[in-house]
């Protein structure tokens, strides 16, 4: 059995007084991918945003390569090797693709070193405009500069909110590759996803949220098969 | 029919033309008056062009500090202008211990800097010239700035900081700065009373340029220093970790605390780097014109027009912002229709002018 790298027991959290998870069980373990699939305004997000300090967990504990992280700040939770990559806005527009990178290893005393080498092996189409602003790449290529800040860091588990959102299918196909490529380095993954098909198929496991509850989880191929599955989230 | 469908036609033409015209005011053709008139005024108004630009170099340092706030901060800063006279009175008080109030100069403290030896002495100046002032005061600008930034840093624990924390929006922030600038403005009159006063005494020291220009030695100085002082700060954004970092947060905010990036940290430091061009602006610009308690608020439009000009925001925008409202408005009082007192309204003039034309400024800033 691997080891969980992370692990979340019944978080409760939301936005001011309004409660949107009513305690949330969710497990990664070692190298593995886990999708977590539901319909719009099931919490999806925002449980990624409560793993990572964003909002405010009361109660429920997180816990990351088995040491306690809950309510941790963000800053705190990503030299304990925890990365994010949000929906929307996830680049620095008026900075260029190097200093994009340079934000993603901010907390990094000694600077980046080689780092960046790495990360523009595994994302050749950038390392050729690393001096252009951000705000000039095309959808596509933002969220790969925002994988790839992410990954300035090494994580051990990167968070994934909706990486194919409002992107070309052919641009989805490539996402989801990069994500798998990212996965083989060693990297586990929690991927929240609307697109759900494409999701479970390079995922190892997967949970159906719904309404801030859990509702169904198992191996994703499982899931994929489900019929309940199938009828709410894959159309079939 | 037909003459109705026409009628229609050349309406649309019309409006067509409007828009394009509208597209090409608000587009190149502000760049192209800026550098039309800019080239006028350097040929036909070369002295007050010249002056323009030295009063723009200080404009454009307090709105690079302006728009650094703005940037990180997210709020317009009402108690700048004020900072910065506030900055150049702790310079003078340093500078010859005095404190005015009701009754007669009083020396408060039992050594000043002018106490050094050859303090006072004026300053040679490449050439025959010299400054006005000796070493005393560029050594008065540390604890200015020193006393400044103290006060910054108070200000974002006790009112700033707070506010934050409890998500007030932009007017309750502008209202807390505005009164704040009231009570800096306050302090000033209390301890140094309303009535002008200088850095050294005596007649000021003049330059001769070429094209018959003749300023006073003092104004090459400001030159210098604000725009190395400017260059240093564009250096430190550009090229420092910091200054990426102070960017990251004015461009996203909320991206910058995912990316781990300590906004509290990010925001002392602008404090600290705003208050070291708040002081610096002060005290050249009270070198320029003199300590008058009301300049800090007079300023305040200026600043602000050059601020909105550039684009918020955006340091490079500050500082060409700074250069514009400082030479327009040098030029536009040797036009004769406006007396050198009410120069700073022409500020007000090109702010309503840039915010109908181009609300993000020349160089896309915030529209907010």
């Known amino acids: 059995m691997k080891n969980r790298v992370l ?94 990178l340079e934000m993603g290893a901010y907390v990094l005393s000694d600077g980046a070193g080689d780092r960046y080498e790495r990360v523009y092996e595994m994302f050749p189409d950038l390392a050729g405009r690393r001096g252009e602003l951000a705000g000039r790449l095309s959808g596509g290529q933002r969220q790969m500069l925002a994988l790839a800040r992410a990954l300035m860091l090494d994580p051990k588990v990167l968070l994934l909110d909706e990486p194919s959102a409002s992107l070309s299918p052919k641009m989805v196909g490539v996402i989801f590759e990069r994500i798998a490529a990212i996965n083989e380095s060693g990297t586990a993954i929690l991927l929240v996803e609307q697109n759900t098909k494409e999701a479970l198929s390079v995922s190892d496991r997967g949970y159906v949220l719904a309404t801030g509850e859990n509702r169904l989880e198992g191996e994703a191929r499982g899931l994929l098969e489900n019929e309940d599955v199938g009828k709410l989230y894959l159309g079939t | 029919m037909a003459p109705f469908t026409q009628s229609l036609r050349a309406d649309e033409r019309a409006m067509r033309l409007l828009r394009s015209a509208g597209e090409f005011a608000s587009g190149p053709g502000v760049w192209l008056a800026i550098i039309g008139v800019g080239t006028w005024a350097a040929i036909d108004r070369t002295d007050a062009f010249v002056v323009g630009i030295v009063s723009g170099s200080i404009l454009a340092l307090g709105a690079l500090g302006l728009t650094l706030l703005f940037g990180v901060l997210r709020f317009a800063h009402f108690a700048h202008g004020d900072s910065m006279m506030l900055s150049a009175y702790i310079a003078f008080f340093v500078l010859t211990g005095v404190i005015f109030g009701e009754r007669a100069d009083t020396e408060l403290l039992p050594w000043s800097l002018n106490d050094l030896p050859g303090a006072t002495d004026r300053i040679p100046w490449p050439g025959e010239g010299e400054l006005s002032f000796g070493y005393g005061l560029l050594l008065a600008m540390i604890p200015a700035a020193g006393f400044i930034i103290a006060v910054f840093l108070l200000l974002e624990k006790l009112v700033y900081g707070p506010l934050r924390r409890r998500g007030s929006g932009v007017v309750i922030f502008a209202i807390a700065s505005l009164g704040i600038a ?14 002008p006063r200088f850095y050294a005494p005596g007649i000021r020291p003049t330059t001769d340029l070429p094209f018959d220009v003749r300023i006073v030695t003092d104004q090459i100085f400001i030159l210098f220093a604000a725009v190395g002082l400017a260059a240093l700060v564009y250096l430190m954004l550009y090229r420092t970790k910091l200054g990426k970092a102070m960017r990251a947060i004015a461009d996203n905010a909320d991206l910058a605390r995912v990316s781990g990036i300590d906004a509290d940290r990010i925001t002392s430091w602008t404090w600290i780097i705003g208050g070291g061009l708040v002081a610096t602006a002060g005290v050249l610009l009270a070198l320029q014109a003199q300590l008058q308690p009301k300049l800090g608020f007079v300023l305040l439009l200026p600043l602000f027009a050059a601020t909105i000009l550039g684009g918020i925001g955006r340091p490079h925008g500050a500082l060409v912002g700074g250069m514009i409202v400082g030479i327009t408005q040098e030029v536009a009082v040797t036009l004769g229709f406006i007396s050198p007192g009410y120069k700073f309204s022409v500020a007000f003039v090109l702010l309503i002018t840039i915010l109908l034309l181009r609300p993000k400024g020349l160089f896309g800033g915030s529209e907010q």
């Open chain 2, 182 to 195: 009231i009570a800096m403005r306050s302090v000033i009159l209390v301890f140094w009373g309303p009535s």
């Open chain 1, 7 to 100: 692990e979340a027991e019944g978080v409760v959290t939301g936005y001011g007084e309004v409660e949107i998870l009513h305690g949330v069980d969710i497990v990664v373990h070692e190298a593995e991918i886990v999708a977590i699939i539901g319909p719009n305004g099931a919490g999806k997000s925002t449980f990624l945003k409560a793993v990572f300090g964003l909002l405010k967990v009361d109660p429920g504990r997180i816990s990351l390569m088995g040491e306690e992280c809950t309510n941790k700040r963000p800053d705190e939770l990503v030299l304990k090797g925890l990365g994010y990559v949000p929906q929307v806005d996830n680049v620095f527009a008026s900075l260029t693709i190097n200093e994009n």
